[in-house]
């Protein structure tokens, strides 16, 4: 059985810093891409940054370049992305997915969802 857990989420002030992480089971960083989706009130879900660890690529959206970073911890079998310099627009629950994407950032791509984790940027 697959299972993706999120965890690390809250509530921060504005240029503030979380880590968030997502625990593996039934997959594994070297045989699966790991991606983080955010979702806020009343918007899609849209891709954030995913780790494609056999080919040693990252891939960051726009909006969250140069200030998030994403890792992967293949003794944990765990995904980390450290989020700085919070901005209230970063606020959405935050899911990790993991799957063959060849698009990264396209939910379609993606097989296996975690329930997510709630983060709250504050102004």
């Known amino acids: 059985e697959v299972q993706l857990v999120e965890s690390g989420g809250g509530l921060v002030q504005t240029g503030g810093s979380l880590r968030l992480s997502c625990a593996l089971s039934?997959?594994?960083?070297?045989?699966?891409?790991i991606g983080w989706f955010r979702q806020a009130p009343g918007k899609e879900r849209e891709g954030v940054s995913a780790?494609?660890?056999?080919?040693?690529?990252?891939y960051y959206a726009d909006a969250v370049k140069g200030r998030f970073t994403i890792s992967g911890d293949s003794a944990k079998n765990t995904v980390h992305l450290q989020m700085n310099s919070l901005k209230p627009e970063d606020t959405a629950v935050y899911y990790c997915?993991?799957?063959?994407?060849?698009?990264?950032?396209?939910?379609?791509?993606?097989?296996?969802w975690g329930q997510g984790t709630e983060v709250t940027v504050s102004s």
């Open positions: 997915a993991a799957g063959h994407a060849l698009a990264w950032s396209l939910t379609d791509e993606y097989n296996y």
């Open positions: 039934g997959v594994t960083l070297a045989d699966s891409v």
């Open positions: 780790i494609n660890s056999p080919h040693g690529s990252t």
